[in-house]
């Protein structure tokens, strides 16, 4: 399996959920509000001897007059219509951003791909609403024939793709195992966002049940180094694939 990291830059966040760009050379962590965090927004390619898969979709920003997930792709040697499955952990709007483009975000970003949801996941987006969620921007989920929307807590989509509901970092937020050529990729979105938390046992309290979502990243973290997973971190500034 091939991995591409498709990064959309450093970003800070704080309270009010508000993503501002975040360049080491220019700008000072320390000025901005207080507990901000510093987070990379980084979707992922996966090519599979079946697809080319997309995992989450980042934040939706324009560059330069285009998707800026479209141009990173571009810069890749994808086209948006070659995307066959874009697999997503949850619909909160750094990760959900690109999902739909057009001028009234009526058209899917990618023309031939399923996009699989959570079913409940896509009803929570549109009772919360803004700030966490965006929902003129999700709207074409619930209307196009593309869209997939999972019922179960755990399943399995074209044999090879594993998913399950944790209830960790979101009440039905999910996680994925891509499992081909005898290799296996962990996506946990925001359950699993970065390294550092991977190795060390912290209650974060942006997370819907941090106490789980630590206990998962334990876990997961000595499970995939005995069965030789490779990790791919959304919100990682530095390691946005690690693989045993």
Same mark, same amino acid.
């Given at each position: ?18 993503? *501002? ?23 992922? *390619? ?52 690109? *999902? ?14 399923? %996009? ?31 869209? %997939? ?36 990729? %962990? ?14 046992? %912290? ?42």
């Amino acid at each position: 399996m091939n991995i591409i990291p498709l990064s959309e830059g450093t970003f800070t966040i704080d309270k009010t959920k508000l993503f *501002v760009p975040f360049d080491e050379e220019k700008h000072d962590l320390q000025k901005r509000p207080a507990g901000s965090l510093l987070v990379e927004i980084q979707p992922f *390619v996966v090519i599979t001897s079946k697809d080319i898969l997309l995992l989450d979709t980042g934040l939706g920003f324009e560059k330069e007059g285009q998707l800026q997930l479209h141009k990173n792709l571009a810069e890749a040697g994808i086209h948006p219509a070659d995307i066959t499955k874009v697999l997503l952990t949850h619909l909160h709007k750094d990760h959900a951003g690109g *999902v739909s483009t057009g001028a009234n975000h009526d058209a899917l970003s990618f023309p031939n791909a399923i %996009f699989y949801v959570q079913e409940k996941e896509l009803q929570v987006a549109f009772e919360k609403g803004f700030p966490s969620f965006i929902p003129e921007e999700l709207e074409v989920l619930k209307k196009s024939t593309q869209v %997939f929307l999972l019922k179960e807590d755990e399943g399995t989509i074209d044999d090879y793709i594993h998913y399950k509901i944790t209830g960790a970092h979101s009440p039905y937020h999910q996680v994925f195992w891509i499992q081909d050529s005898g290799k296996k990729i %962990f996506f946990g979105g925001d359950d699993a966002p970065q390294l550092q938390q991977m190795k060390h046992r %912290f209650v974060a309290k942006y997370d819907f049940d941090g106490k789980k979502a630590m206990e998962l990243r334990r876990k997961w973290w000595q499970q995939g180094q005995a069965e030789g997973w490779t990790f791919l971190f959304y919100h990682d500034v530095k390691h946005p694939a690690v693989g045993f």
